[in-house]
């Protein structure tokens, strides 16, 4: 399916709160806003590839489970970013912005991914491989390259009431920005700040991951920045 500047904006359901895909999906040049999921992908759930290019915005999309705005689960699944703005996504769990999991193929060569929101993992992007017996089973590939990745939020802070009552539970969450376990990780060229968690890796938290940063241009903001 290819979009000829569509403009989405809305929808409720289970998954996939504005689209929910079987198919491949361009999005270059489309709109899409305002999704919500009572499970994943508040405003794109995903089997399969999905494109983002010049022009494309997605936003304020809500998950209670996983991934804000888009969430892609298994092998045939990827994400293909080269420009574009992902922002203001929100889950109840990981990925405020994008969750990609079981394997799902993540490569990010331009735009920008901001501004998310998970009151676990990974703030603005979460992706994992398949383990077995804590074994790596498949390894697939996340590819950063020229990207602004910035003000990710990844866990929660108590809120009491005005009269002591807890309002919201503290939450601990890693990867403020990025949070990745297992396959190869590679990043160049890329603006990764700003981003803040409850746990470990304000910007970048890797767990059982080749992570490669071979490019000087990369940069990040002080503190906390990769765990």
Do not use: C
Not at 192 to 212: C, D, M, R
């Amino acid at each position: 399916i290819e979009s000829f500047v569509a403009q989405i904006t809305g929808g409720t359901a289970a998954n996939g709160g504005s689209i929910y895909a079987l198919t491949a999906i361009d999005l270059t040049g489309a709109s899409v806003s305002g999704g919500k999921s009572t499970s994943n992908g508040g405003n794109i759930y995903s089997n399969q590839a999905v494109t983002i290019g010049e022009n494309t915005v997605i936003s304020g999309g809500t998950a209670d489970n996983n991934g804000g705005n888009i969430y892609l689960t298994g092998m045939t699944a990827h994400l293909n970013m080269t420009a574009g703005t992902v922002t203001e996504g929100t889950a109840g769990n990981t990925g405020g912005n994008i969750n990609a999991l079981n394997s799902a193929n993540v490569k990010i060569e331009g735009g920008q991914i901001t501004n998310g929101t998970a009151a676990s993992h990974g703030g603005n992007l979460y992706v994992t491989n398949q383990l077995k017996d804590n074994k790596i089973v498949t390894t697939r590939r996340l590819v950063i390259t020229g990207a602004t990745i910035s003000g990710g939020s990844a866990g929660t802070e108590q809120i009491l009431g005005e009269d002591g009552t807890v309002i919201q539970e503290s939450k601990i969450g890693n990867g403020g920005n990025i949070w990745v376990r297992a396959g190869q990780v590679s990043i160049s060229g890329a603006t990764i700040t700003e981003g803040s968690a409850t746990g470990n890796g304000g910007n970048i938290y890797a767990n059982q991951a080749q992570l490669f940063d071979d490019d000087p241009e990369t940069t990040a903001n002080e503190g906390g920045s990769l765990t």
